[in-house]
């Protein structure tokens, strides 16, 4: 099963884009990039998911290299509301779909 | 309004007094599961279930037990609590996307257990 690999925390000014890098070298070719949340003690909040092609939603948009093997998420006007644990994982199909590991994130900090 | 509840949100009890942990979901999802969160280690998987009837062991499926009566409520039972479980605990249900790997999974508020 893919693990992912992420800083442990980063820093940004509010009002500024936020990247965070996630490594998944060991990504095969039918398992999706997810990114999850969590602010304080909540439970996770879904952000946004792709296999091969960049996405956007409302939220943030997701980079994923040609190789597959890092991404990046991208806030495009972090607030301090988005200061929040981030989580990269990887997810499969058929038999690692019930497989969901959360690694230990990266915390960023949005400061004014 | 779409949502994973868990009952109760928080909870203090004594080691071995048995205690379940109510989980609820309103999407039809036939995917759900259990996690518990510790200090530097993350969220850990305790057990799943892919429907009805059908459930199996995440990473740390010790001392605990589930059932999957109803496709909506998927329990977490610890028949006899001891201290190192007490953790933060969450419950997650999803459509089941073992076709197409791409199902997002939707979280309940978390359980806060305290086992003195």
């Known amino acids: 099963d893919a693990k992912t690999t992420q800083p442990t925390s980063m820093d940004c000014a509010e009002g500024r884009a936020a990247n965070l890098p996630c490594n998944h070298s060991?990504?095969?070719?039918?398992?999706?990039v997810y990114w999850y949340r969590q602010i304080h003690s909540q439970g996770p909040q879904y952000i946004i998911h792709?296999?091969?092609n960049n996405e956007t939603n409302e939220m943030a948009s997701l980079i994923i290299t040609e190789d597959r093997k890092s991404s990046t998420l991208i806030l495009p006007h972090a607030t301090l509301r988005d200061t929040a644990v981030y989580y990269c994982?990887?997810?499969?199909?058929?038999?690692?779909?019930?497989?969901?590991?959360f690694g230990s994130g990266t915390k960023l900090n949005v400061k004014p | 309004e779409a949502q994973v509840t868990q009952n109760p949100r928080y909870l203090i009890t004594v080691t071995g007094k048995k205690l379940t942990v109510t989980c609820s979901q309103n999407?039809?999802?036939?995917?759900m599961s259990w996690y518990r969160q510790d200090p530097g280690l993350g969220l850990r998987q305790i057990y799943y279930?892919?429907?009805?009837?059908?459930?199996d062991k995440g990473d740390v499926p010790e001392g605990y037990k589930v059932s999957r009566k109803e496709k909506r409520n998927f329990p977490l039972i610890l028949e006899s609590p001891s201290p190192n479980q007490t953790s933060l605990y969450f419950c997650?249900?999803?459509?089941?996307?073992?076709?197409?790997?791409?199902?997002?999974?939707?979280f309940g508020p978390g359980t806060r257990l305290l086992v003195l």
């Open positions: 997650a249900s999803s459509f089941d996307g073992r076709a197409r790997g791409r199902e997002t999974q939707y």
């Open positions: 060991t990504i095969s070719g039918n398992e999706y």
């Open positions: 792709g296999l091969k």
């Open positions: 994982i990887v997810r499969g199909v058929s038999y690692n779909f019930n497989k969901f590991y």
């Open positions: 999407m039809n999802h036939e995917y």
């Open positions: 279930s892919m429907n009805v009837e059908v459930t």
